[in-house]
């Protein structure tokens, strides 16, 4: 039995939307932090019958997508024909804490593993494998900070992939996770990719984002949190305006989330706090900081009555156990 282990990432630059569906091709480039926890664990061993204790339908398609890409590899019978996953995780579902990223990047490397008697798979392979069953979990098999590079025309499985675009010790940034509510989201990362073009600020919304991107890979380069806050709080807000704007619309904030974002700015304006805030697709609120601000932040965090926090920093991405 394989066993690997990976956490959720954190987008600075969001990924939402699609150019082909069914193949999770996103429509643009995106970029996160990958964090060091809450951890999620997945074995995968062989089984007569495919087997897994949630979502049987998207594992399953998963797999199927896994095993295509692997036709193209040449290297079809590389996994055997139905597994069993076990799954353990430290997080709460459907609250915006990306834990399909976090699944997705273990199995991915747990599925890597079983294929590398065969060939070993490189980290852009296995990231392959990572965004057929959940976009941003391809990001989540680097360490450190990553891209998923989506941009261009190809329509084939492997036509986006992560990249690392630097390591987890080249910038200690810490992410304090405020949640809000642990009631489930209404709708899903995935549908609400497909719902993303429907929105008049869509189109605009791509043309943006090489430019944000880039702004983003500089400030990370050269560690400029200035730069760093607002890109980042540029892109969270254009992404939640493109969810509210689509048909139906979404709205994945909450009063709670405004409040808290209110707060912070006061907070960071007042004590002129080096401190991001930034949301996926639900209410809660991640709160990027360095070394300087943690304490603070933390403390801001605690505060909070009735919401769950996690104080994580960079992490190293999926791995083997
Ligand atoms: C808002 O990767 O969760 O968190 O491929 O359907 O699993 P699926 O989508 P998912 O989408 C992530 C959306 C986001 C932004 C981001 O993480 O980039």
């Given at each position: 039995m394989i066993t690997a282990r990976s956490a959720p990432n954190i987008a600075l630059i969001k990924y939402w939307g699609n150019r082909s569906n069914n193949l999770r091709l996103p429509a643009a480039d995106s970029l996160s932090m990958q964090l060091d926890g809450p951890c999620v664990e997945v074995t995968v061993e062989s089984h007569e019958t495919f087997s897994v204790p949630r979502d049987l339908q998207r594992f399953t398609t998963h797999f199927a997508l896994v095993r295509e890409y692997l036709r193209t590899l040449g290297?079809?019978?590389?996994?055997?024909q139905a597994v069993r996953i076990g799954i353990t995780s430290q997080i709460p579902s459907g609250i915006g804490l990306a834990s399909s990223a976090a699944v997705f990047s273990a199995l991915a490397e747990a599925y890597a593993a079983i294929i590398s008697k065969t060939r070993p798979l490189s980290r852009k392979e296995i990231s392959v494998i990572a965004r057929l069953g959940s976009g941003s979990a391809a990001r989540s098999v680097f360490g450190g900070f990553a891209a998923l590079v989506a941009a261009g025309s190809g329509e084939t499985i492997d036509s986006a992939y992560a990249i690392l675009i630097a390591p987890k010790n080249h910038w200690l940034l810490y992410d304090v996770i405020i949640v809000p509510t642990q009631k489930e989201k209404s709708v899903g990362s995935t549908e609400g990719h497909a719902l993303a073009h429907t929105s008049q600020l869509f189109t605009d919304r791509i043309a943006n984002i090489p430019r944000r991107q880039q702004e983003c890979i500089d400030a990370i380069m050269k560690r400029d949190f200035e730069k760093l806050q607002r890109v980042a709080e540029e892109d969270c807000a254009n992404m939640h305006a493109v969810m509210q704007t689509s048909t139906p619309p979404l709205h994945y904030l909450s009063e709670e989330t405004h409040r808290i974002i209110r707060e912070i700015k006061e907070l960071r304006t007042r004590e002129h706090l080096p401190v991001l805030y930034t949301m996926d697709a639900g209410p809660t609120v991640h709160l990027i900081c360095p070394e300087e601000a943690i304490l603070k932040v933390q403390a801001f965090a605690q505060s909070q009555k009735g919401c769950k926090v996690f104080e994580t920093q960079v992490g190293r991405g999926s791995f083997l156990l």
């Open positions: 290297i079809p019978n590389a996994l055997p």
